[in-house]
């Protein structure tokens, strides 16, 4: 079985990597849609039509799909057949951090730190493979007001690369993300196989084989 994952950049590669430790019986196909990174802020129709489309062309490589985007789940949610999306955890003591556009169509009735300009900076930083005091500058400055806080839900991927400096800023008493649920509801469509997790990558616009299966490699061995 064939499994394709989309997001705009390395954001989706932690999806990915929790993906192929459920499922290693399991070819993947990673598409990033690099050439309209990133989506936090974009025209939300702009981005679904997009999206619609990018999802036809791995239809035809891939027996199903996986959106390892917040941003683009939130636009199509469950409305397609074999596609599978990321929702965000949220309850009452939870602080949903995420772009713009995750927070404008979702809605969550909980607290929201607003973040549009993080994910940039976390593809900056991990594809240039530099250790950037930017991504702890913009955390103190977007969320250092919510230390403290019980739950944190993080609405974007990508900041999955920065979990460990989100706890140490707000220390909460738990991280969450939509992973978990996504796992479980694969369980059940996914089909035993004779794959053997191979992962070829695609991309929109530059491409950065090297650079993603490195960063994959990477996650896999921490176990994101």
């Known amino acids: 079985m064939r499994i394709g994952v989309y997001d705009s950049g390395i954001g989706g590669l932690t999806t990915l990597s929790r ?3 459920s499922f290693p019986d399991c070819d993947y196909l990673y598409f990033a849609d690099n050439d309209l990174f990133p989506f936090g802020q974009k ?5 679904k039509k997009n999206l619609l489309q990018k999802i036809k062309v ?7 799909i996986v959106v390892g985007c917040y941003t683009a789940s939130s636009l199509v949610g469950d409305s397609i057949k074999d596609v599978y999306t990321l929702k965000p955890y949220i309850d009452k003591n939870t602080l949903l951090i995420a772009t713009p556009n995750t927070i404008n169509n979702v809605k969550p009735d909980c607290m929201t730190g607003n ?4 994910a940039g900076i976390i593809q900056y930083c991990y594809t240039a493979n530099k250790e950037c005091s930017a991504i702890d500058d913009y ?7 919510y230390y403290g806080v019980d739950t944190v839900s993080l609405g974007c991927t990508h900041y999955n690369f920065v979990k460990d400096k989100i706890q ?9 993300d939509g992973n978990d649920e996504l796992i479980y ?24 084989t090297a650079i993603y299966a490195e960063l994959l490699k990477r996650l896999i061995n921490k176990k994101i």
């Open 43 to 47: 025209n939300s129709e702009l981005l």
């Open 58 to 64: 791995i239809k035809k490589e891939t027996d199903l």
């Open 168 to 176: 140490n800023l707000l220390c909460p008493k738990r991280i969450v």
């Open 19 to 21: 993906l192929i430790l």
């Open 139 to 145: 955390l103190y400055q977007t969320l250092g007001c």
């Open 185 to 208: 509801k694969l369980a059940f469509a996914v089909k035993p196989s004779e794959s053997r997790g191979k992962v070829s990558f695609s991309f929109s616009g530059e491409e950065q």
């Open 115 to 118: 973040t549009p300009d993080l």
